[in-house]
């Protein structure tokens, strides 16, 4: 289509409905190709779900006012005013014809002041046109554009300009509509003042005749309700009036209906003066495209490596999260949600601050890695998802927080406020779902994409554009929803410094893989080697594979983190491995393959010492008790006084009893710098490394209704909208079954007739009850009949299913067409 080329109203393949039968938005949609009901699922995917029974349910379904209110809020600033053109100028009260025909709107929305920006706008309201023909907002009667019906509900007073006059003229007395006939419209062929009225102020001439009629006051009043509001407040507006005895501006206008009665003490300027009076022009002003971006521009290959940065430190942090919760988790609170002691915990773990915590808390449950176990008194835990999880490739795992991210209805930045009961909102717990959140993080990401690579706008004007690309969601929830997703866009690495990253455009746009391939050329690669230091420290330049990753946490503490995590070696952590039942050859040997310095003595040293003495004292349940090969070293324990409170008694010269219990023995023992270890009641060591405890996998939601569903399930709504059609309006022969006659005789025949029909490959129709009891008519492909059932492809549903006989209603055979037909 050219930029000036009025839309196609009637789309290819189509037919105009022919004279004598009234067009209407059911036979207009049945009449749309495949490929353009396709189209409109698209752009509303709210239509598909549940699938439609045929066109019909189709067509009810896309007028209803809450679709039609969910797809108004997809438009933008100048695609509603064009909808408002259509709304105002094709609206079936006024004058005939009814509709308005594409020139009409464009000269309405783009007045040829200067040729060039002209054309250019009509090219634009084109545009527009077949957007709106495409989404079903609009529909084509003949050669002119009309509105849905609930569109004059839900726009009552488009470009702000009040009801056609044949409303108002409709609310008068009769009495009052006969002396308006007689003044304005004497010799009308019209049959009803009504409708002889309405005729006369739809006619230019005739309308400029009446103006002219009136004094320049009356002209000032007109002048200032023209651009709206169409309203103006008056004493006693009900008023019988005749132009021969109108003494002020405002009678003389109701005299000549220019102004007409809307209530007691309200005057309205009727939709046919208004238009006149603006000189055919709906708006004063107008813009095709959103305003410009004002910003930064930075190094597109800059923005992409500070984004990746972000994302690494995500997983990092994410990990080291649920790796601390998966031996100590948090607890779960009575309203379900994390408390603030363990909130802080957390960001400490994760070594920031509580705001991003909560951030990376409410992701990993979202992303189904942290979940709740089922005991009475919770606990958060990993869920068995994280382990998979944890053994992807990094740019795998950031995809899968990031798709959580994008579509949860959580928002992370309302933890910590208040609602209206002046309850705080905890992480992980009620209150922090807002349903509009997936929608205004998609709007923010896709209008950072409409930006250069690598441009950074300000926030002013991020907003503006926002304004002006979804003005119907503009509202407070909605401005703080833009601003918590620019926020947490920031700190998942969706953006860098501002700026799109560009590795979250082909995510944006359904191409998963493209995003992983870019994200992974920025991330930095896991390392198998780590820097051992003669300070008993090991530096980790980068990030590490998994497997030597958990080792070094097992045998060794963080100590920073960053560019490089440095980890430092000491007698507990060297126990911790000696626990889980490392030897000291296992670690030494592991430090050695994957060290590309040479080990220092002293850490031989540390490790063979605490290996040399780790379980050498035995502790047991008396009780507890010690036992030892070496009656000096129980001794040494004995006499020293720390040892009090234990209650140590020396039971023979290698068994102490003590009154503690196990674990407070062993506990005070480690204290004072003895490494006992725990045996079970046959004297053998008991080494267990901490317990990796799992939740439940995180239920996940069903699909929202705004997701666009994939091509090929568009095909099939439409391939079953079509057999649902073609149901209801198919030409159909009924089978004759049996009323009367012995119990099965019925069942038999539908059988019987089933069955002829599967062998000669025939399509039936059968009226069938669900088992929720609802009736529809279906069109099968049947393929077997047998112990009353029937086997058959349902074309309405587009999936093979058994029908029950006994649920068969009526049964007819179908017209032979072009699928049936033998050529």
Known sequence: ??????????????????????????????????????????????????????????????????????????????????????????????????????????????????????????????????????????????????PVQVLRDLLPAPARLGPPARVL?????????????????????????????????????????LLEQVGEHAHRLLDGMAWGPPHGTVADARRDVGVADAGSPVEELLARALLLPSGDDTLTLPREVGLHLRAGALFRETATAPPGFAGTARDAGGVDGFAAGQAFTVLRAVEELLESWSGEPAAV????????????????????????????????????????????????????????????????????????????????????????????????????????????????????????????????????????????????????????????????????????????????????????????????RPLDHVLVQGDLTAVAPGPLVAELARELALIADVESTGGATVYRFTED???????????????????????RTPLPQALRYLVSDVGRRHGRLRAGAASSYLRCDEPALLDEVMGDRRTEALGLVRLAPTVVAAAVGRASLVDGLRRLGHHPVAEGGDGVMRLSRPEARRAEPVEVPPE??????????????????????????????PVPLPEDGPPGSRAAAVLAALARAAEAGRRMWIGYTDTDGRQAGRIIGPSAADGGFVTAHDETRGAVQRFAVHRITALAELEEDDRTATP
Not at 59 to 69: C, E, G, I, P, Q
Not at 428 to 454: F, I, K, S
Not at 707 to 721: G, S
Request: no cysteine; charged share 25%.
């Open 1 to 146: 289509m050219t930029d000036n080329a009025p839309p196609d109203l009637h789309g290819p393949g189509t037919e105009t409905p022919g004279p004598g039968r009234p067009p209407t938005f059911t036979s207009w949609l049945r009449e749309r190709s495949d490929a353009e009901l396709a189209a409109l699922l698209s752009v509303r995917p709210d239509l598909g779900r549940p699938l439609p029974d045929g066109i019909g349910a189709l067509a009810a379904r896309a007028t209803s006012r809450n679709t039609v209110l969910r797809a108004l809020e997809g438009q933008d600033a100048f695609t509603l005013q064009v909808l408002e053109a259509v709304v105002a100028l094709g609206d079936d009260r006024l004058s005939e014809p009814v509709g308005a025909t594409a020139g009409e709107l464009a000269d309405a929305l783009a007045p040829a002041a200067s040729a060039d920006g002209g054309e250019a706008r009509r090219g634009a309201v084109a545009d527009a046109l077949q957007g709106l023909l495409r989404s079903a907002l609009v529909w084509s009667d003949r050669d002119r554009l009309r």
């Open 169 to 209: 003229l409709a609310a008068l007395p009769h009495g009052r509509l006969k002396r308006l006939a007689a003044d304005l419209a004497p010799d009308s062929p019209a049959p009803a003042p009504v409708e002889a009225l309405a005729r006369l102020l739809s006619d230019p001439a005739g309308l400029g005749a």
């Open 333 to 524: 609170l009575r309203n379900g949600g994390l408390g603030v002691r363990d909130l802080r915990r957390a960001a400490a773990a994760m070594e920031t601050d509580e705001a991003t915590a909560a951030l990376y808390v409410e992701v990993a449950h979202a992303a189904g890695l942290l979940g709740a176990d089922d005991r009475v008194e919770g606990e958060w835990l990993p869920t068995r998802e994280y382990d998979l999880w944890r053994e992807s490739p990094p740019e795998r795992r950031w995809l899968r927080l990031a798709q959580a991210w994008l579509d949860t209805d959580r928002v992370p930045s309302l933890s910590g406020s208040r609602d209206s009961g002046g309850r705080v909102r905890n992480v992980l717990g009620p209150g922090l779902v807002r349903p509009a959140a997936p929608q205004a993080r998609r709007d923010v990401l896709a209008e950072l994409a409409t930006a250069d690579p690598g441009f950074s706008p300000v926030p002013e004007s991020l907003s503006a554009r926002l304004s002006w690309r979804r003005p119907r969601r503009r509202s407070p929830v909605y401005t703080e929803l833009v601003d918590n997703a620019v926020a947490e866009a920031a700190l998942l690495g969706f953006t860098g410094r501002g700026a799109l990253a560009g590795h979250v455009r082909p995510l944006l746009e359904g191409d998963p893989e493209a995003a992983a391939a870019l994200l992974a050329g920025h991330l930095p």
């Open 573 to 595: 952590s060297v126990r911790r491995g000696l626990d889980a039942g490392r030897g000291i050859a296992d670690i030494l040997t592991l430090l050695e393959r994957h060290s």
């Open 704 to 733: 929202p209704p705004t997701v666009v569903p994939t091509a090929e399930r568009v095909r099939e709504i439409v391939r079953a909208v079509r057999a649902g059609d073609e149901a209801a309006t198919a030409t159909r022969h």
